[in-house]
């Protein structure tokens, strides 16, 4: 069973930093691929970052390029966001989720089969 818990959100200033990590048990996820959405008030879900655990590459979305970057810890199973230069617009609850695969360009949020629970980030103007 995959279970999914993030932590680290909270309230930055623009142009400040914050990391947000995803604890993941309940099994192994060599083959799975792991991946941040974001939700704003009145939004869809959309697609932040994913990054496929064996081989380690990584997708973003155009708007957090060169901004987010996301990684993993192995020996802690833990998959990371570390956020730099946040913007306003960066707000919002974001969550880790995770899927079977190998096609990291597949951003739809209906793909993911598991998810956690959110944290929320707020950026202050």
């Known amino acids: 069973q995959v279970h999914l818990v993030e932590s680290g959100g909270g309230l930055v200033q623009a142009g400040g930093s914050l990391r947000l990590s995803c604890a993941t048990s309940g099994r192994t996820y060599s083959s799975y691929i792991m991946a941040w959405f974001r939700q704003a008030p009145g939004k869809e879900r959309e697609f932040v970052a994913a990054m496929s655990w064996s081989a380690g590459n990584t997708y973003y979305a155009d708007s957090v390029k060169g901004r987010f970057a996301i990684s993993r810890d192995n020996a802690k199973n833990t998959v990371f966001l570390q956020m730099i230069s946040l913007k306003p617009e960066d707000a919002a609850v974001y969550y880790c989720?995770?899927?079977?695969?190998?096609?990291?360009?597949?951003?739809?949020?209906?793909?993911?089969?598991?998810w956690g629970q959110g944290t929320q980030v707020t950026v202050s103007s």
């Open positions: 989720a995770a899927r079977r695969g190998v096609v990291l360009w597949d951003v739809a949020s209906t793909s993911y089969n598991y």
